[in-house]
C-alpha cells in the first residue's frame, strides 16, 4: 500500500501569515499533486510536480507555491494567507501512466482568521 | 476541454436497495476513468478504474461500466450497505498529459439509512 503523509495535520492561521504544508511519499512516485477540497467543488489541482525540482502549475495556482526540493518531498507555500484559503489540503502522489491510481493523503485542515 | 459531471451532491438511500451513482465526462481522446471513494475524515482512495478492453471492472461489490456512446461511466451496487456511506469521486484521466492528471467531479455524497 502506497504511503505519503502530510503535516501538520491541523493548521490555524492569520491573514497575511506564511504558511507552509509538507507532504512526503515513500513510494518513490514521479508525480506528486496538492489539492484543495472544498464542498460543492470537490478536488482541485491546485500544483504538480514531475520529479524533484520540477513544479507545474494545475488549475488553481493563485495564492499558492510550489516546491519539490527531492523525490520524497512536495511542500505547499502560501505566502501571505487569505481567509479563502480555508480548506482541506491533499497531497497525492502516482506513476505516470494514465490508468496509474493517485494516493493520497491523510490531508491538512487549514482555517486562515 | 476534459470534464467530469457528477449530477447529484447527494443520494439518500436505504440499505439493501440498489445504488447508482452518475458520471458523464468530456474527453477529447479515449478516456480512461476512476472512481474513487472518501470516507468520513480519511483520505480518498482507488474504488475502481476502466480498463482499455471491455471488462467491467468490480471492487467490494461496486461496479461500473464506461459506455463511450454516452460517455458515461455510472457506479453501481445491487444492494446498499450502511458501510458504503461515503463521498464518490467520478475522474478522469486527461488523455494529452504524460503525468497522470486527473481531474474530478465534484463528488456525490452517499448516505445509506437503515
Redesign the interface.
Known amino acids: 500500500e502506497a504511503a505519503?503523509t502530510q503535516s501538520p495535520r491541523n493548521k490555524v492561521a492569520v491573514t497575511g501569515g506564511k504558511v507552509t504544508l509538507s507532504c512526503n511519499q515513500t513510494n518513490n512516485h514521479n508525480?506528486m499533486?496538492w489539492?484543495r477540497q472544498d464542498t460543492?467543488?470537490?478536488?482541485?489541482?491546485i500544483h504538480?510536480s514531475?520529479g524533484a525540482g520540477s513544479t507545474?502549475k494545475?488549475?488553481i495556482p493563485d495564492g499558492y507555491k510550489a516546491s519539490r526540493p527531492s523525490q520524497e518531498n512536495f511542500s505547499l507555500i502560501l505566502e501571505l494567507a487569505t481567509p479563502s484559503q480555508t480548506s482541506v489540503y491533499?497531497c497525492a502522489s502516482?506513476?505516470?501512466?494514465?490508468?496509474?491510481?493517485?494516493?493520497?493523503?491523510?490531508?491538512t485542515r487549514l482555517l486562515v482568521l | 476541454g476534459d470534464s467530469v459531471t457528477q449530477t447529484e451532491g447527494l443520494v439518500t438511500l436505504t440499505e439493501g436497495l440498489p445504488v447508482m451513482l452518475n458520471c458523464t465526462y468530456q474527453s477529447t481522446y479515449s478516456p480512461f476513468l476512476f472512481w474513487y471513494v472518501q470516507h468520513l475524515n480519511e483520505a480518498p482512495k482507488l474504488l475502481l478504474k476502466s480498463f482499455t478492453d471491455n471488462k467491467r471492472p468490480e471492487h467490494q461489490g461496486f461496479h461500473a461500466t464506461l459506455h463511450k456512446s454516452s460517455s458515461s461511466f455510472h457506479l453501481q451496487k445491487s444492494s446498499a450497505q450502511l458501510s458504503d456511506s461515503a463521498l464518490y469521486y467520478c475522474a478522469l484521466s486527461l488523455s494529452s498529459s504524460n503525468t497522470n492528471k486527473v481531474v474530478f467531479g465534484t463528488g456525490t455524497r452517499l448516505q445509506v439509512l437503515p
Open positions: 505519503v508525480n499533486y489539492y460543492g467543488h470537490g478536488l482541485r489541482l504538480y514531475y507545474e494545475g488549475d491533499f502516482g506513476e505516470t501512466g494514465k490508468q496509474d491510481t493517485q494516493y493520497f493523503g491523510p490531508g
